[in-house]
Each structure stands twice: as structure tokens, then as C-alpha cells.
């Protein structure tokens, strides 16, 4: 089991920016993939982002796509969200999450892909 430790929530207004962090305990994490989630209140947990194990190719949802930039940092066993022109309905908890699978070749969207998750971060963005 790998700890996540999400880092970097906190309450902006709408235009905003902010960065988060990821830090996983596994020396296996720069094999595996990494995604970040988020619930809403009432709402179900959606994909936001992922990025391949090597950073070489990254998705995002519609919805965040050109506002949000997901990268890693391998030697820092770490892996980041900026998220740019934050709008009040990114309002959630953010979670990210690391891949079942070593070397996966494509992008991991669905949560059963993932096999750890962190604890979550909460963003709150006011109108």
C-alpha cells in the first residue's frame, strides 16, 4: 500500500490560482501512473487529471482542460496539480491516486485503475 499526502487546498476567489502536491511514500511511484480526483458535495468523484509514469503524456477532463497542468517530479517522489483561473464550481475535495500497474502505456482515467489514494485536500473557490 502506498501513502499519498495531498497538500495545497485551501480557499481562493474565483480567478485564482493554486498548486497542489502529492507526495508518495513508494519507491515505486516513478513507475506508475498518477491521477488526481475530486468530489463535490452531492456529487460523485470525477477524473480530473493523469499523467503516464514517465510525465511524457498527460489527460485532463473537459472541464479543467487548458485551466490545469498536471506534473511530476520523479526524484521528489512527488507529483503536482496547477490549477489556473479556478471557477467556483472547482469547488471539491481533491484526491490523487496512484496507478494498480507498473509502465502502464496509456492514460489512467477510471478509479479502479488506481489501487492507493490520499486523504484529500479541500478547494474551496468563492464567486
Known amino acids: 500500500q502506498v501513502l499519498l499526502v495531498e497538500s495545497g487546498g485551501g480557499v481562493v476567489q474565483a480567478g485564482d490560482s493554486l498548486r497542489l502536491s502529492c507526495a508518495a511514500s513508494?519507491?515505486?511511484?516513478?513507475?506508475?501512473?498518477m491521477g488526481w480526483f475530486r468530489q463535490a458535495p452531492g456529487k460523485e468523484r470525477e477524473f480530473v487529471s493523469g499523467?503516464?509514469?514517465?510525465?511524457?503524456?498527460?489527460y485532463y477532463a473537459d472541464s479543467v482542460k487548458g485551466r490545469f497542468t498536471i506534473s511530476r517530479d520523479n526524484a521528489k517522489n512527488t507529483v503536482y496539480l496547477q490549477m489556473n483561473s479556478l471557477k467556483p464550481e472547482d469547488t471539491a475535495v481533491y484526491y490523487c491516486?496512484?496507478?494498480?500497474?507498473?509502465?502502464?502505456?496509456?492514460?489512467?482515467?477510471?478509479?479502479?485503475?488506481?489501487?492507493?489514494w490520499g486523504q484529500g485536500t479541500q478547494v474551496t473557490v468563492s464567486s
Open positions: 491516486a496512484v496507478d494498480r500497474v507498473s509502465y502502464r502505456r496509456t492514460i489512467a482515467t477510471s478509479e479502479g485503475d488506481f489501487g492507493s
Open positions: 499523467i503516464t509514469w514517465d510525465g511524457r503524456n498527460s
Open positions: 513508494a519507491s515505486t511511484f516513478s513507475r506508475q501512473a
